[in-house]
């Protein structure tokens, strides 16, 4: 009996019921993509098209009349937009964490929810690179932050965080990318050979590249597979803690912190995992694709976002302690002023969500009970935007000296370029959801009850280890 | 696969199997019989086939190194130039050559060149894209994407014998074997 | 344009064109130049001479200096950008020229030195040889600049309403004159505004000898009128008072904003900033009593203050008197049973017996002092106090007044308003002033002006008065016109033009010699008449006066320590009643000069408007200053609206609850709210003349307030008015000081430790500093607007400025110190770029906009900025300003003449801050290349906000020169750096203020 295999005794259940074949799979996943699309699609995706038209309307005035047009200020020269940005990094995060930190965990639970999670991470990059494009005062001078050789014959500053950014944050999103397709690949197969009118047969085959299921390709493909994971779990790391350097490396009180790099990067999954069970929650009552993102993957998610929720909370109450223990007057006030000032309010909305809500995880009962789950999803991804808030608008709007100290008064515009946001996300991923497998059908496949050879353990020792998700030692 | 065949010769034989356990046994008797141009296809990546095709390691990870490496030399060469040799400038009251700040995108390039060589080295290694193959000229064929699994032995090998392959294959309990011909003009 | 709309003319009626001041003098030229001028009005089409661009502007100029030069010429068709053909004398382009001349400034002459590019005027500076500037001015002084370039001012003479020329003006002048002369001018009256013109002086004498029936009123909303007055009552004749402060060592200040909006504020300042610089903690300084309702600038620099409503002033001086006669036996002769038995009330028992003592221990060391407006009684009273200390004489001379008429300012006008009523005016000349906005309300001057056959309004804007005259004329800005002035210590400067004027326009002088019949009206004639009848005679004197900017000889006599008149003060003293007691339903209110729109005369200055007021920082707005407790008590918070009414007057304005306001009394400021002061200054604050009255122009009792339920905006630059026990602004007493002669570095320690990394070497070549001194400072805001002029700092506009998007470079910032917010202390605190060494501000930028230069200047490449704000961000003392629109779009084209042609105009999306004038620092540094120096003189590079500072309170140099001045002041005990422990290692330091309470106040 294989060690992936359910252990009854401690009560572990098969992630999926035994009428799921692999036949089942290709079939319940591809017909999302080849049937009519349901109302609740056309929903989503006209709601999203709208937004998305905000977003264009808010972003073309911003560049006409510039960044006044938000409610930007000196103290607060930062605001909503660099909240935006890392809130939507954040929420990225999850989907390689799922993708690649699971699967060098050997958790075969992520298959039926990382090409999603993939997807995710594509879209909120895309969302995310959108701010610090459009906050800076003259866009069309925003090259000059890639060394790239110029007239004035000056170079980038590799010195400066936001410098890093420009590096991390795009190699995330090629990384990303890359990983996303490959994973892709045999799956476009199935879709053209599934398909039945040439247009179909015609773009997928092109995306498959050929893709013929041959071992010697699979023996390549999954060390690449391997690799990739390798590299996207520090990368996925690597990522918020640069995100937090922009505000760890400065002199603020209240950013100049070392605990910046592990309390973001916590957060960033907490946020990632609310984000992605939110889209689950939805995608599978409109397409019913229980069987396959079953309430066990939810449940497991949900203890995810128990921990990260929790370690968050650990990193708000030190950051207080630390403020304390330094007796540095500007740190202490800082924090004094995030839970007493005029944005307390912003702050212990911030805690609610983001500590409190979690912890209802606790029971197994609201744990897995659909409308809680998605309730706290919600609230989370709420509570991470304001986290982002506070840290950002609470520590700029009082510093060191009294006499600069102000408020930050948001704009229509600011509100445009936010919701607009959300509206370019939901629009790139209803896209996602019609025309691609939302479902890593070759992954799920492999990690059904049976699919591998069973009694095999004799004569394969060499055997491959990383086979996909279920790359498991025969028991 | 086109219908009026004028003259056609033989390119592939393809044998198909309906369960893992018989695709690797089958894999092994092919092994076995010394072949060297065949292939195994499955819808996804079967347990121990590589050990049963007798395959060799994959050295994708040799070409990941190496871009890996060209990538920390690349952002240290570069940050060191543009900071610290053609146009210095004092920043913070730091040397311009500054070491520490380096670090970061020194990780970050490592990344991005080995996740290149990563995907097309495995391309590069699979010969893909390629869009055209003996074994799509079979109907049956499409079902490897599905829940099928095929062994293909191509013409080319030097074992290759129309009666003895056919036979051999047939021995070793596929629910099909088929001869994929091509048109020649 | 200068060639454009200028219908300016010759005495003999030739057009005038620009020139160089020389040939303004020579017929000839002005023969050439008729003939220029009419080449350029046939090669230039009409929209273009009114569409102005620079470079049009420098093109004609030189157009013009071509033409002007050479005879030959003048028929080649001309160009409209030509090079200087023939290079005008002096002009080199690109290298600007200086002309010293000066400003007439509430009745005191400021001299002033202007700098020129091309014929184009950009900055003023203090005129280092004029006694009452020394090389400093005063912040309405640095916005003069912005004036000269208002594109609102009157372009053209109008008629009743209909645009006229200037040739239409004189012949109605002729016709006018005429039959005026037939009945020896009756019915002829001017209003003048007080003046220290010698040439007005002498015109107007003329005038009346011409036309013997015609009368001239005198009329200002805030002037000496009491002053003069009061010596008119103590000496018996009119005097000028002349303080000396730097010899003084214990100074009460009785309602006296000397500081600020009082005459010869910028010298009082140096000078009691002198007698209060501390080299060392073994120095001495002096201490300064402010009583008054307000909490004025000066006040603010009290090292004790009484806040007590204007009407108990007089209470207090008496009572004070009193209190020196019986404990100390000064000698006040018969004016001592005139202050004896006056009720305490409201005033501490040490505010009368340490003041006291402590004044008789100083006498001839020590000055009492009284503000405008107090009534002339308690100037007299001070005259005598002054006097009996021994102080006339030492710390205050007296000379004799230019101008006695200005003592009768308020009856002046209600005798001409009365006659107006009474149809008794025929011909009335409004020089200068706007009285249908600012007389006293009672007059109801502009109603009056119906009943006037003919009024003739010369002012500079098409103001509210101007709607009601028959004719307006353009009147031209002092640097467009010859004039002279006469400051109160007798020296004499003359006013020369630095362009023709951009509209054309007149001077006062000019107008009054056109109705005296003089012959030769123009400025340039008048002014070298007056200026040889001073005896200055020749052409090398007259050279000599326009250069130096000040004559040798003095010209009032200096009249030192007058007898005092002991009788007729007590006389004036027992007239003065004790007005009742006040309560929150007996309000007074205080009518005070603005200290930036002054009496509204400047109120279309977006750089006035803009400037923070100094104490409650608020911008594009005045307000009802309430006190703390009051306000309270009124039930009222900073932004309700409030209607004040008086016997059936009222005005609604914004409450703004003040720290440390007098109880129950109310401060207004004048000047705002104007309704025709042009597009900028329209509508903005509230226009408090309605409740002044002849009876009571500067404050009245019996006010009630009504709450009116409706707040409004107002913009701060600063909203948070504490320190929060950070050491920001440190100060010690002086006694502290003297046991702990370091005190700021224990309060803000300089981390030392082992840097990091190899540290910069920053011991080599030039390295700039700037040290502030917080102990001489006194929160004027004159640097504010000197950087905002010398750098081309933009002006955002109320809306943004509440968004917190003000751009000053170099602000002021003004924290209140103490627990009680009824009586506070004051601690400004000078801040721009601090110029750290290891700048926060450079790590952060991605593309390298900002980085260090050698010289240890913290530099930003404009062109380079992308605008991510990161370093605003990273700033501890934040310091940069981000152009969050395009706040330079559409400007004005003369308001781009303004503009200094070696600082960059700044486009939207990028930060700015403070460089240290780094341009100044080039051209110093150029200068000295030329003159085959490696080095710089301390000295030679000077920062605008260094230079403008009345109090010397900023120093700016070169720190690795040991001897410089900037070096030394680092050195003493007192030095510190802001925010030390960042360890951003800044170049500015400040020293800590020093204040010298009096132990035996148990304040």
């Known amino acids: ?475 | 696969m086109s219908e009026q065949a004028t003259s056609k010769r033989p390119v592939v034989y393809l044998a198909e199997y309906d369960s893992p356990d018989a695709i690797i046994h089958a894999a092994e008797g092919v092994r076995d019989a010394g072949y060297e141009k065949w292939d195994v296809h499955s819808p996804y990546p079967v347990h121990g086939m590589d050990a049963a095709m007798g395959l060799p390691d994959s050295g994708l990870g040799w070409i990941v190194l190496l871009c890996g490496l060209t990538g920390v030399t690349a952002a240290v060469v570069m940050i060191q130039w543009m900071n610290g040799i053609d146009y210095p400038l004092v920043i913070g009251g730091k040397p311009p050559d500054a070491i520490p700040s380096m670090v970061p995108i020194m990780f970050e390039l490592t990344v991005l060149l080995s996740a290149f060589g990563a995907v097309f080295g495995m391309l590069g290694l699979n010969a893909l894209p390629r869009h055209h193959h003996p074994v799509f000229y079979s109907d049956r064929f499409e079902a490897f994407s599905h829940d099928k699994f095929f062994i293909s032995i191509e013409v080319e090998d030097k074992k290759f014998d129309k009666e003895k392959t056919k036979q051999l294959l047939e021995s070793l309990h596929s629910t099909h074997v088929e001869l994929v011909e091509e048109e020649v003009a | 344009m200068s060639t454009a709309g200028n219908k300016q003319e010759t005495s003999s009626g030739k057009r005038l064109f620009w020139r160089s001041l020389e040939q303004k003098a020579d017929p000839q030229a002005q023969h050439e130049e008729a003939k220029a001028s009419d080449v350029v009005k046939q090669t230039i089409s009409h929209d273009e001479l009114f569409t102005l661009r620079r470079r049009n502007f420098l093109g004609l100029s030189g157009a013009m200096a071509a033409l002007v030069g050479v005879e030959g010429c003048v028929r080649r068709p001309v160009e409209n950008i030509m090079p200087y053909a023939d290079m005008p004398e002096y002009i080199n382009p690109g290298v600007p020229l200086h002309y010293a001349t000066a400003t007439q400034r509430n009745g005191e002459a400021l001299g002033l030195v202007v700098t020129t590019f091309e014929g184009r005027p950009t900055k003023i500076e203090g005129n280092p040889d004029h006694p009452t500037s020394l090389g400093a001015t005063d912040l309405l002084a640095q916005a003069g600049i912005l004036e000269l370039y208002d594109p609102e001012r009157s372009h053209a003479p109008t008629h009743k309403g209909v645009a006229a020329s200037f040739a239409d003006f004189d012949a109605f002048v002729a016709t006018k004159l005429a039959e005026l002369q037939k009945n020896g001018g009756s019915g002829l009256r001017v209003l003048a505004q007080p003046t220290n013109s010698p040439t007005f002086v002498r015109m107007r004498a003329a005038l009346l000898a011409k036309l013997p029936q015609a009368r001239v009123h005198t009329y200002a909303p805030v002037s000496q009128s009491q002053v003069l007055e009061s010596t008119r009552i103590a000496f018996g004749q009119p005097t000028s008072v002349l303080h000396d402060f730097s010899q003084a060592k214990v100074v009460v200040a009785l309602d006296s904003d000397f500081m600020m909006t009082e005459p010869g504020s910028v010298r009082s300042a140096r000078q009691f900033a002198s007698a209060r610089d501390m080299e060392s903690a073994s120095g001495t300084m002096n201490r300064l009593y402010a009583v008054e309702p307000l909490f004025s600038v000066t006040g603010s620099n009290a090292d004790h203050r009484l806040r007590l409503p204007a009407q108990d002033i007089a209470r207090y001086a008496r009572a004070l008197a009193a209190e020196l006669i019986s404990a100390h036996g000064v000698q006040l002769g018969a004016i001592a049973p005139a202050v004896q038995g006056v009720a305490t009330d409201g005033i501490p028992e040490h505010w009368l017996k340490a003041v006291a003592s402590d004044l008789a221990a100083n006498t001839g060391r020590s000055l009492v002092v009284a503000g405008a407006r107090q009534p002339a009684a308690v100037h007299a009273l001070v005259h005598a106090l002054n006097r009996a200390l021994g102080n006339a004489g030492k710390t205050v001379t007296y000379g004799e007044a230019l101008d006695p008429t200005e003592a009768d300012n308020f009856a002046s006008i209600a005798a001409l308003a009365s006659d107006m009523a009474a149809g008794k005016v025929d011909t009335l000349v409004i020089l200068g002033g706007n009285p249908a906005h600012d007389a006293p309300a009672d007059l109801h001057f502009g109603d009056a002006l119906a009943k006037v056959g003919t009024s003739i309004h010369v002012s500079s804007h098409d103001e509210e008065t101007a709607a009601l005259t028959t004719w307006h004329l353009p009147r031209a800005h002092e640097l467009e016109t010859w004039g002279d002035l006469q400051a109160s210590t007798g020296h004499y400067t003359v006013q020369q033009p630095m362009l023709a004027p951009l509209w054309g326009g007149r001077s006062d002088i000019e107008v009054l010699g056109q109705l005296a019949g003089e012959p030769a009206w123009r400025g340039h004639d008048l002014v070298q008449a007056t200026v040889t009848g001073r005896g200055i005679n020749g052409e090398l004197a007259w050279r000599q006066l326009l250069h130096k900017g000040v004559a040798e000889q003095t010209f009032a006599r200096v009249l030192g320590a007058l007898e005092v008149r002991d009788g007729e003060v007590a006389g004036a003293l027992r007239k003065l009643t004790d007005a009742p007691a006040l309560s929150a339903s007996n309000l007074e209110v205080v009518f005070a000069a603005d200290a930036k729109m002054f009496d509204g005369r400047y109120a279309n200055s977006t750089w006035l408007l803009e400037l923070p007021d100094p104490q409650t920082r608020i911008t594009w707005d005045n307000a009802a200053l309430i006190g703390p407790s009051t306000a309270k008590e009124l039930g009222l918070k900073s932004g309700d609206m409030v209607r004040l009414s008086k016997d059936g007057a009222s005005v609604d304005i914004v409450t703004w609850v003040q720290p440390g306001q007098a109880p129950n009394s109310i401060g207004l400021t004048l000047g705002w709210g104007r309704k025709k002061a042009g597009s900028n200054g329209n509508g903005h604050g509230f226009d408090v003349y309605p409740l002044r009255t002849t009876a009571a122009p500067h404050f009245t009792a019996g006010v009630a307030v009504q709450k009116l339920g409706v707040t409004y905006p107002l913009s701060q630059v600063q909203e948070h008015d504490s320190m929060e026990g950070r050491p920001l602004a440190i100060d010690a007493t002086l006694s502290e000081y003297k046991e702990k002669p370091n005190f700021p570095e224990f309060k803000s320690p300089d981390p030392q430790f082992a840097p990091l990394w190899k540290m910069q070497d920053y011991s080599k070549g030039n390295q700039w500093g700037m040290n502030v001194d917080l102990n001489t400072c006194n929160g004027c805001n004159a640097c504010v607007i000197a950087c905002q002029a010398e750098n081309n700092v933009p002006v955002v506009g109320k809306e943004q400025v509440a968004r917190g998007r003000s751009m000053h470079w170099f602000r002021i910032d003004r924290y209140y110190v103490g627990d009680n917010e009824d009586t506070p202390e004051v601690a400004f605190q000078p801040v721009g770029c601090q110029h750290c060494e290891e700048a926060p501000c450079e790590n952060v930028c991605p593309v390298a906009a900002t980085s260090h230069s050698p010289e240890g200047l913290n530099d930003i490449a404009y062109n380079r900025c992308i605008g991510t704000r990161y370093c605003m961000n990273n700033c501890p003392y934040k310091v940069r300003r981000f152009n969050f629109l395009n706040f330079n779009q559409d400007i004005p084209e003369t308001l781009q003449m303004q503009k200094n042609p070696n600082v960059t105009v700044r486009f939207r999306g990028v930060v700015e801050k403070c460089t240290y004038c780094v341009q100044r620092i080039q051209k110093a540094k150029s200068t000295a290349k030329q003159e085959g120096r490696h080095w710089l003189r301390d000295g030679e590079v000077v920062s605008a906000c260094q230079q403008v500072c009345p109090t010397q309170a900023i120093t700016f140099g070169d720190i690795n020169n040991p001897k410089s001045v900037v070096s030394t002041k680092r050195r003493t005990d007192r030095n510190y750096a802001l925010l030390a422990e960042v360890g951003a290692r800044p170049r500015t330091r400040f020293l800590g203020k020093i204040r010298n309470p009096n132990p035996e106040m148990k304040s």
Request: charged content about 10%; aromatic content about 16%; proline content about 5%.
């Open chain 1, 1 to 475: 009996m294989s060690a992936d295999s359910p252990i009854a005794e401690i009560g572990e259940t098969p992630l999926v019921p035994a009428h799921v074949t692999a036949a089942f799979v290709s079939d319940e996943v591809s017909r999302v993509t080849e049937q009519k699309a349901p109302v609740g699609w056309w929903m989503v995706f006209g709601v999203a098209l709208m937004f998305l038209g905000v977003l264009l309307v808010s972003v073309g005035y911003l560049v006409w009349n510039g960044i006044g047009s938000w409610g930007n200020n000196s103290p607060a020269a930062w605001a909503w937009d660099i909240t935006n940005f890392v809130w939507w990094i954040g929420i990225g995060h999850a989907g390689t964490l799922i993708s690649a930190v699971l699967f060098l965990f050997r958790q075969k639970w992520r298959t039926s929810v990382n090409r999603f999670a993939e997807a995710m991470t594509i879209f909120a990059v895309i969302c995310a690179l959108l701010y610090p494009t459009i906050h800076v005062g003259r866009i069309w001078f925003l090259y000059w932050a890639l060394p790239i050789p110029n007239q004035m014959g000056m170079w980038p500053n590799f010195k400066s965080p936001l410098l890093w950014d420009v590096f991390a944050v795009s190699t995330y999103f090629t990384v990303s990318l890359l990983f996303w397709f490959v994973g892709l690949i045999p799956d476009f197969a199935t879709l053209r050979d599934r398909a039945k009118n040439v247009v179909r047969k015609k773009v997928y085959g092109a995306l498959a590249l050929g893709w013929r299921g041959s071992n010697r390709h699979w023996r390549h493909y999954e060390r690449a597979y391997l690799i990739l994971a390798a590299l996207s779990t520090p990368l996925v790391l690597s990522v918020h803690s640069v995100v937090s350097f922009d505000f760890a490396t400065s002199v603020m009180p209240g950013w100049h912190t070392t605990i910046f790099p592990p309390y973001f990067v916590a957060g960033a999954v907490f946020s990632g995992f609310a984000m992605v069970s939110t889209l689950m929650i939805i995608c599978r009552q409109v397409y019913g694709l229980k069987d396959i993102m079953t309430m066990k993957h939810l449940e497991l998610m949900n203890k995810i976002m128990l921990v990260t929720g929790s370690l968050v909370g650990y990193a708000y109450s030190m950051e207080f302690f630390i403020a304390w223990y330094s007796g540095n007057e500007y740190e202490r006030y800082v924090f004094i002023n995030r839970a007493t000032g005029p944005y307390a309010w912003a702050y212990w909305t911030m805690v609610t969500c983001n500590v409190v809500s979690p912890q209802l995880f606790w029971w197994k009962r609201l744990r897995t009970s659909i409308p809680v789950m998605f309730a706290v999803s919600i609230l989370i991804n709420i509570g991470m935007w304001f986290e982002r808030f506070v840290i950002i608008v609470t520590t700029l709007h009082r510093d060191y000296l009294p006499s600069s100290w102000g408020m930050f008064h948001p704009t229509l515009v600011d509100i445009g370029c936010y919701t607009g946001s959300l509206g370019l996300f939901f629009t790139l991923f209803s896209l996602f959801i019609r025309w691609l497998p939302m479902i890593a059908m070759f992954e799920v496949k492999a990690a059904l009850p049976g699919a591998q050879p069973s009694h095999h353990a004799a004569h394969d020792e060499h055997a491959e280890p990383a086979h996909g998700a279920l790359a498991v030692k025969e028991a």
